[in-house]
């Protein structure tokens, strides 16, 4: 009987609650050539326990402390506001921003697009509370107001920022 037949015979077998030891056992007695395996079985048996009751601990403490999920209607307006900052201008802009005020004309020009155009992207950040503007002459200067685009930036030239990968 070659081994593998002797394993699917014992796996119909199992049916008869032949205990897993047991089982184990048999089939080193009866190949002994496997006996350098009883070691690295047992512990991958243990690890397989250990395995499974870290996952049963998982599911209960899942079931036991709920995760507070953010309301639908945060997210929706979270979405928004990222929607609005998804736009390599308007990225540019807040990179500028964040060093400290500037007019229209210098992120238009450091974006290399219109002033009209500059103003429009201004405007939708404004309006979702990234910046405030504060008008001195005929120049309007821009300064970010949200604390948190600091963070959203650092992670977006850490992850795509070419220049400072080397």
């Given at each position: ?123 939708l950040?404004?309006r979702?509370?990234?910046?405030a ?12 107001t ?21």
């Open positions: 009987m070659q081994i593998v037949d002797f394993l699917l015979f014992d796996q119909q077998a199992s049916r008869k609650a032949v205990p897993n030891a047991r089982r184990l056992e048999i089939l080193l007695n009866r190949f002994p050539s496997l006996r350098t395996l009883k070691s690295y079985l047992a512990e991958l048996f243990a690890c397989h326990v250990d395995i499974f009751r870290y996952s049963m601990c998982m599911k209960n403490d899942v079931q036991k402390t709920p995760k507070q999920w953010t309301d639908l209607e945060a997210l929706t307006q979270a979405a928004e506001c990222l929607r609005i900052l998804a736009h390599p201008h308007r990225l540019r802009m807040i990179q500028m921003l964040l060093e400290g005020q500037y007019s229209v004309g210098d992120l238009a020009e450091a974006c290399e697009i219109p002033s009209p155009m500059a103003s429009e992207h201004l405007r950040m404004q979702c509370g990234f910046l503007s504060q008008r001195e002459g005929r120049n309007v200067f821009y300064h970010v949200e604390p948190h685009l600091q963070r959203i930036m650092e992670c977006v030239e850490s992850r795509f920022d070419s220049a400072a990968k080397g």
